[in-house]
């Protein structure tokens, strides 16, 4: 991609309105590029046409007209979701016109260096935790992309000598081709978004690319836990550094003595584990204890390498880790009651993402899961179950599935919770069980593994629901 003042008086089309397409619009136009934007659905649809005619940008709802991109288009900036099978994309590519995501534009806008998050599990706790404690440190971070605000609009506003940390996306970063962060991380790899990606191959490939472009000159972060992470970071240009809360590293971030399969029943609490840094000339820092977490696992240990790489002092991250208690219904903390941790992860839908979850936290562990049935028979949880659950209630469409896995796995205290007065009574009632399987030490887990809508209008009520269960057995 050329450079940003190139586009003036040139051809520009932006695909999607939404917010990052308003904020790639406005940015072409204002260095006065001719800009359409296009967007398949219906004008009373797109609430933000308005704002955009109303500064003299054409925009054009309800189809993709033919002719909207010709030869003398010079780039066509797409929405992230909008699969490269749409027609104008189609079109683009085969006349030679580039296609990127407004990330591509973001790296060339940005005069402070960037840091870039992704992974199929964890990214927006991560990249929200990062935030907090560059902040703590004085390093003047600007969180945006995947989270919330678009890339391209934070870049304008932040400070020269500070940071923008970034939650990007695999659809984002397909569409990039010289953004280089000067921290990358990578969280994770699990198989998902194949509809989209048509391939795993193009799905880890695209997650990649955020390391692409790196020199000698920055920091590549991976999870040293994971073998996909593993694989790709022995063809990252940066200089490594990995985490883990398994292995004792030669470099890097890791947890001190690390976590193993412990069997259910054998009380993890009972280990002081220490968060340490090691840096490349074998000297070890101790950070805080891992029981001082805010939240668990690896999504704190990312932050803090990232932390690191950008500048801070081991000694200003104590005080914000302790305090950070995650992004709601996000492997979020709830509260210590009769001795139990409950933890609510409402948001994790799928198989994956509750694997993840109980992979973070020490056993023993006792889980909630259960939702909408799609069709799976949720065999892949099977792994997990028989080595970090010590008991499992079931709630929804698929707790009989649910419950079979876990039986299979030899676990032997399940309850599965048939349905009661309404939804909210049966999550309630699940809470109970979950609490009277569990001792002092114990965590019980909110990690469905499926989506809400058999029981709940959305996973942030069935979050909530949990909460207030908690606070009230």
């Not at 801070?312 to 104590?318: M, R």
């Not at 979850?357 to 997990?384: H, N």
Request: aromatic share 6%; with cysteine; net charge negative.
């Amino acid at each position: 991609m050329m450079q940003l003042t190139s586009y003036r008086g040139r051809h520009v089309v932006v695909l999607g309105l939404a917010r990052s397409g308003v904020a790639a619009a406005k940015l072409f136009h204002g260095i006065g590029a001719e800009v359409v934007v296009n967007d398949k659905k219906e004008r009373e649809q797109c609430p933000e046409a308005d704002e955009l005619t109303a500064l003299g940008i054409s925009v054009v709802c309800g189809h993709h007209p033919d002719g909207l991109v010709t030869k003398d288009t010079a780039l066509l900036v797409k929405n992230p979701g909008i699969p490269y099978t749409a027609p104008p994309i189609v079109a683009a590519l085969q006349i030679g016109v580039e296609v990127v995501s407004e990330v591509e534009v973001a790296g060339q806008l940005s005069p402070a260096p960037i840091i870039g998050i992704t992974g199929s599990n964890g990214k927006t706790t991560t990249t929200t935790l990062t935030g907090v404690l560059l902040e703590a440190a004085g390093l003047k971070p600007l969180v945006a992309g995947n989270i919330g605000r678009p890339l391209s609009e934070a870049a304008l506003e932040v400070a020269e000598n500070g940071w923008l940390v970034a939650e990007l996306s695999s659809f984002q970063l397909k569409g990039t081709s010289e953004f280089r962060p000067r921290i990358a991380c990578l969280l994770n790899i699990a198989e998902t978004h194949l509809d989209y990606h048509g391939s795993m191959e193009d799905y880890v490939g695209s997650k990649a690319k955020l390391f692409e472009n790196q020199t000698e000159d920055d920091i590549s972060i991976y999870n040293a836990d994971d073998e996909i992470c593993r694989r790709l970071a022995g063809k990252f240009k940066g200089r490594l550094l990995p985490f883990s809360v398994t292995k004792k590293l030669e470099r890097g971030v890791m947890v001190d003595p690390p976590y193993s399969n412990i069997h259910p029943g054998e009380n993890e609490a009972e280990l002081e584990r220490w968060i340490i840094h090691r840096d490349d000339g074998g000297l070890e820092q101790r950070i805080l204890r891992v029981e001082e977490l805010g939240i668990p696992g690896r999504h704190a240990l990312a932050a803090i390498a990232i932390a690191l790489a950008a500048g801070a002092k081991p000694k200003q991250l104590v005080e914000p880790l302790r305090n950070f208690r995650g992004v709601e219904h996000r492997l979020e903390y709830v509260g210590t009651f009769g001795g139990v941790k409950f933890y609510n992860d409402s948001k994790a839908t799928n198989p994956m993402a509750t694997t993840m979850s109980i992979l973070s936290l020490p056993s023993p562990l006792i889980l909630i899961a259960g939702g909408l049935d799609r069709g799976s028979d949720y065999m892949e949880l099977l792994p997990v179950f028989r080595e970090r659950l010590k008991g499992l209630a079931t709630i929804g469409e698929t707790r009989e599935k649910i419950g079979r896995v876990a039986e299979l796995s030899g676990l032997t205290s399940v309850k599965i919770v048939e349905p009661v007065e309404d939804a909210e009574q049966t999550l309630r009632r699940a809470v109970k069980e979950a609490a009277d399987m569990a001792e002092p030490g114990d965590i019980v887990l909110l990690s469905p593994a499926c989506a809400s809508w058999d029981m709940f209008p959305s996973y942030e009520v069935r979050g909530r629901i949990f909460k207030q269960s908690a606070h009230t057995l």
